[in-house]
C-alpha cells in the first residue's frame, strides 16, 4: 500500500489522478486529496437533475464528473477526499464495505464515533452523515472513494446541490441525507477542534501508521504528466463533464 497526498487542489487532475492509478498501475494506494469548490456528479447522471448551474457559475463553482457511480457531492477546501484502490482479492465482495475500516479507526482514534449507513457511508450518533462513498471495479482492480466533512461551507453545499430542473428520468438521481461537518459535531463535545489543515495532517499521519507506512508516497513527474494529458482529454472536458 502507498499512501500519496495530492499536491493540487485541481478537482479534474484529482479526478484524473483515480483514473491513472486504477487504471495503469498495479500497486495499490490510498490518495488524499482536497480539491477547490466544485460539484462532482457520479458517472451516470444529469447535470440539470442534481446542480444549481445558475449559483454555481455565480459563485465559482465548478461542475465535473467522476468515474464511479453513486450519487453528486460538493467539495471544497474544507473536505477531504480519500481514494483506495485495490487489487481484486479471492472472495472478497467489491460491494463490502471493509474498505472503510482503516478511515473508521483513524477516525474513532481522533474521538469521533462514526458507523458505516446501508450505503456505505457514515454517520454520527446525531443521525447526520459525514461521509458519502462510491466505488467502480474492472476484472483486477476495485476503487472506492469517498468525502470527509471537516469544516465545509454548508450553505454553498445546499444551494449547489438543489437542481435548476429535473427533466431527465432516465438518469441516476442522488437520495439526499442529512450531513453535518465533523468540527461543528467536536464544537459540542468535549473533543479539542484543530483548524482544517492541522485535521487533515493528523489524519494523513494516522493513516500512515494505520498501514505500517512510514512516509507519505509521491506522484512520479512522468506520472504526472500522464494525469494531466487524461485531465485534458476527459476530466476537463465539457464533452464528459456535461455528457448527460
Known amino acids: 500500500m502507498q499512501v500519496v497526498f495530492s499536491p493540487y487542489k485541481i478537482p479534474e487532475f484529482n479526478l484524473a489522478a483515480e483514473e491513472f492509478l486504477f487504471s495503469e498501475k ?3 494506494y490510498l490518495l488524499l486529496y482536497v480539491n477547490k469548490p466544485c460539484v462532482i456528479l457520479g458517472s451516470n ?9 445558475d449559483f454555481c457559475h455565480l459563485n465559482g463553482i465548478s461542475i465535473f464528473r467522476r468515474l464511479s457511480g453513486g450519487g453528486a457531492v460538493y467539495h471544497d477546501e474544507g473536505n477531504l ?27 474513532n482514534s481522533m474521538e469521533i464515533p462514526v458507523e458505516v449507513g446501508k450505503r456505505k457511508d457514515l454517520w454520527l450518533p446525531d443521525g447526520n452523515k459525514v461521509s458519502g462513498t462510491a466505488s467502480h471495479v474492472s476484472k483486477c482492480r476495485e476503487l472506492h472513494h469517498g468525502t470527509l466533512l471537516y469544516d465545509v461551507d454548508m450553505e ?6 438543489i437542481p435548476t430542473s429535473a427533466t431527465n428520468k432516465k438518469a441516476i438521481r442522488s437520495v439526499p441525507s442529512p450531513v453535518e461537518n465533523i468540527r461543528s459535531f467536536l464544537e459540542r463535545s468535549t473533543v479539542r477542534t484543530q483548524d482544517v489543515n492541522d485535521f ?20 512520479l513527474n512522468e506520472d504526472i504528466k500522464k494525469i494531466y494529458r487524461l485531465t485534458i482529454s476527459k476530466y476537463g472536458r465539457k464533452e464528459w463533464n456535461y455528457r448527460i
Open 200 to 219: 487533515f495532517i493528523t489524519f494523513t499521519k494516522l493513516m500512515l501508521a494505520y498501514f505500517q507506512i512510514r512516509e507519505l508516497s509521491l506522484l
Open 81 to 107: 477526499n480519500f481514494c483506495f484502490v485495490f487489487n481484486k482479492k479471492k472472495g472478497y465482495s467489491p460491494l463490502s464495505s471493509d474498505f472503510l475500516q482503516p478511515v473508521i479507526s483513524v477516525l
Open 45 to 53: 447522471q444529469s447535470v440539470t437533475n442534481e446542480v444549481n448551474e
Open 156 to 161: 454553498k453545499l445546499q444551494k449547489s446541490l
Open 26 to 28: 498495479t500497486d495499490e
